[in-house]
């Protein structure tokens, strides 16, 4: 069974950009959405961006134009590009598949952003 795998994270200061993969680590088919959540302490977990397999995108309102969402189709892999990190962006993100049968997580990968 697949699992997916996060990598990119870590620290910047405001103003700085950081890029996010995900990467499945076994087989993972009839994907039909992939997506980024985020987690702040004390919030609840919130969709950052989504993409359906049509390639039709979503954003949170907080990470319109400064947040990218993309795939690589053949390798199975969704990344996610941070530019403009703000302090409020500071959180743990999660990568998800969403495939006819069920859903995909990853572990998550923290990201903070401080000067």
């Known amino acids: 069974q697949g699992q997916l795998v996060e990598s990119g994270g870590g620290s910047v200061q405001p103003g700085g950009s950081l890029r996010l993969s995900c990467a499945p680590s076994?087989?993972?088919?009839?994907?039909?959405?992939m997506g980024w959540y985020r987690q702040a302490p004390g919030n609840e977990r919130e969709l950052v961006a989504s993409?359906?397999?049509?390639?039709?995108?979503n954003y949170a309102d907080s990470v319109k134009g400064r947040f990218t969402i993309s795939r690589d189709v053949r390798l199975n892999m969704l990344y996610l590009q941070m530019n403009s990190l703000k302090p409020d962006d500071t959180a743990i993100y999660y990568c998800?598949?969403?495939?006819?049968?069920?859903?995909?997580w990853g572990q998550g990968i923290q990201v903070t952003v401080s000067s």
């Open positions: 993409m359906s397999v049509s390639r039709t995108t």
């Open positions: 076994g087989s993972i088919s009839g994907i039909w959405a």
């Open positions: 998800k598949y969403t495939t006819k049968w069920t859903d995909y």
